[in-house]
Structures are given as structure tokens and as C-alpha cells.
């Protein structure tokens, strides 16, 4: 295979001239943690580093930071957790004893970067054995790069950490305006009346599906709600119209859908539809996803698959503004929170997504910051 100028072939593969290949264990120096118990730990603030990053805090430590930490075992398998300040190494981790020279916020993109489920040395239960992963060939920056192509992946990470921040925020508007307007405390301007209390199927149709898990299919035309928050697809549609969907069975109360549009139904979800035409759906819906949690894990019939009756559902009681213009008014609300919230994720999610591509591209060197 040819290889482009200023690049060679190495253990490693195709890497820049300036680059070193070797070992993982010539790269950094790597020691399994220390035990400490709940019942030996004291009051501190130094932060005790395991297998899933911090779990709690000592008064003493026994690493300097900024500090790399590897998890060693269980779920957190391989998963790599920097620590700006000095901490105490759990032993279910292993942690970066010497950097050898090499800038320690790159060595935990570096890390990261790594999949270490190849290099199980345990059973069943995943286990991270330094002597297992020192004989991994690595491509190696000169310091200088290093610091430039750490300083880019944590510019990105400072964004997707300002955006979970203001995802959390907006949520906990959301859930504040949720409290306000659908319980009536808070009236939008130029609404009056007394709310009434209305039971569900009395203000709609209530009625299961007929499909089966069996008919969806990947690429299928129309939406097909199971009981899950994800949607499959079908190829068939037995609804064309607005509906709240919930699941009958198992997880009661925590999924809810909203549609406008043609969809298909599994045989254990509830379609609500035919709203009556003083009601909104869409305020249904956000009373529901409020409210209804708490009531169906009262009324709900304990099995091993906890299920809800269609004769008990029918009886879920809601409080609605007495007009079809406050209900609407409060959904467009919500919805346009909910829209904002959306825009959010979907531009964290696009965050996250190019900076594992800028960790793909950067630390193989198939792209040089300069």
C-alpha cells in the first residue's frame, strides 16, 4: 500500500513522520487503585476516583492531579475519567502513575479513544489487567500537538457541557410552567371560569391495538407504537387522527406519545383518540404526563406484568380549564418549550457526534492541527 508523504507505516498503521510508535505500557505507566471502604472513608474534599469516575470524597490522597484513571471492572470496563485535582485511586480502577513526558489531558482522550473490550482479562465479569493492555502498539504525538489536539477536543467538551447545562435548565422551566398552568395557578392572560374535573372516557375513545411485535418492520411508512419510548415502523396504519398513546402493560404511567397522523397500534398499548370537540389532546397530553404516573401506580393490577383495565383507565379524573382556547393556549405553551428543548438536544447531539469524529481523525494524525 502506498503511503502519502509526510506519513509511514508502522505496528500501529499509517502514521505522521513526527510521530512515535509504541507500546502502551512505554506510554504511560499504569497501577491498579487502592481499596477504601465506605466505613474507612472521612470527611474531606478529596475526590475518590473508581471504576465509573468520582464516587464520593476522603481526606487524604494518594495520587497527584491532574490525574488519568481507567475503570477496571464491571460496567465501567475501560472507560477512561480525568481528575484536575489530587485524589485517592480506588482499586476498582487503574490510574496513570507516570506520564512520561506526555501531556496528561491528551493521555485521557487518548485513553478514551481506546476500545479495551479485546483485552478482557476476567470471565464474565470484565476485568482490566495493566500486564493485558501494555502490549497495545499506540501512535504517539510530540508534546507540542498534544496540548493542541487536547485543547480542541476540550473546547468541544466545554460546549457540550454549556449545553447539558442549559438543557437542564430549560427542563426545569418547563417542569415549573407544567406545575403552573396545569393545575390553574397560574392563568395565562384573558382566561377566566372555574376548571372542571372530566374523566378520560368520558372527553375520548379508549381502546387498544392489534399488532403484534411480529409486524413491525425497520423501514416501515407509518409509526407503530409498542411499549417503549422508541417508535418501530409498519407498514400498515389502523388510525388517522390525533391521538395519546400508553402503554397497558409494564412500564405504566412513563411512556406517553403524541400523533397526528396515520399509525399503527400494538395490542397492549392504548390509543386515546376521538377527543371530544370542547377538548384538546395535546393539553391531555401534557396533563397526562404530569399527572398520570402517580394515579396508574395505584390502579394498576399487580402481576408479574403489571397491567392497567380498560374499565379503570376510563376512570382517570383530570381538571381542564372550562374553555377549548386555554387548553390550546397552554399546550402551544408547552409545546413551544418542548420544541426549544428538542432543538437543544438535537445540536448537543450533533456536538457530541463531531467530536468523536475530530477524536477519530486527530488521534490517528489522519488530520494535523497546525
Known sequence: MQVKPGYKQTEVGVI?????????????????????????????????????????????????????????????????????????????????????????????????????T?????????????????????????????????????????????????????????????????????????????????????????????RNNEDKVADGQYPFFVRSETVERINSYSHDCEAILIPGEGRIGSIFHYIHGRFDVHQRVYAITQFKPDISARFVHFYMSKNFGAWAMQNTVKATVDSLRLPTFQTFEMQLPPTLAEQTAIA??????????????????????LKQGMMQELLTGRVRLR
Request: net charge neutral; hydrophobic share 40%; charged share 25%.
Open 16 to 116: 505522521p513522520e513526527e510521530w512515535d510508535a509504541e507500546k502502551l505500557g512505554t506510554f504511560v505507566a499504569l497501577q491498579r487503585g487502592h481499596d477504601l471502604t465506605w466505613r474507612d472513608r472521612r470527611p474531606g474534599a478529596v475526590p475518590v476516583m473508581g471504576s465509573a469516575g468520582q464516587n464520593g470524597f476522603h481526606d487524604t490522597a494518594l495520587a497527584r492531579g491532574p490525574g488519568v484513571i481507567l475503570g477496571r471492572s464491571g460496567a465501567s470496563f475501560g472507560q477512561a475519567h480525568y481528575c484536575e485535582k489530587d485524589f485517592w485511586p480506588h482499586n476498582t480502577a487503574l490510574y496513570v502513575t507516570d506520564f512520561r513526558g506526555n501531556d496528561p489531558l491528551f493521555v485521557f482522550y487518548f485513553l478514551k479513544s481506546i476500545d479495551f
Open 118 to 210: 479485546r483485552h478482557n482479562s476476567g470471565g464474565a465479569q470484565q476485568s482490566l489487567n495493566r500486564n493485558f493492555i501494555y502490549p497495545i502498539p499506540v501512535g504517539v504525538p510530540r508534546p507540542p500537538e498534544q496540548r493542541a489536539i487536547a485543547g480542541a477536543l476540550s473546547d468541544v467538551d466545554a460546549l457540550i457541557g454549556a449545553l447539558d447545562q442549559l438543557i437542564a435548565k430549560k427542563q426545569d422551566l418547563k417542569q415549573a410552567a407544567m406545575q403552573q398552568l396545569l393545575s390553574g395557578h397560574q392563568r395565562l392572560p384573558g382566561f377566566h371560569g372555574e376548571w372542571q374535573v372530566k374523566r378520560l372516557g368520558d372527553i375520548a375513545h379508549i381502546k387498544t391495538g392489534s
Open 332 to 353: 402551544e405553551v408547552l409545546s413551544d418549550m418542548d420544541a426549544e428543548l428538542e432543538a437543544l438536544e438535537q445540536r448537543r447531539d450533533k456536538t457530541r457526534a
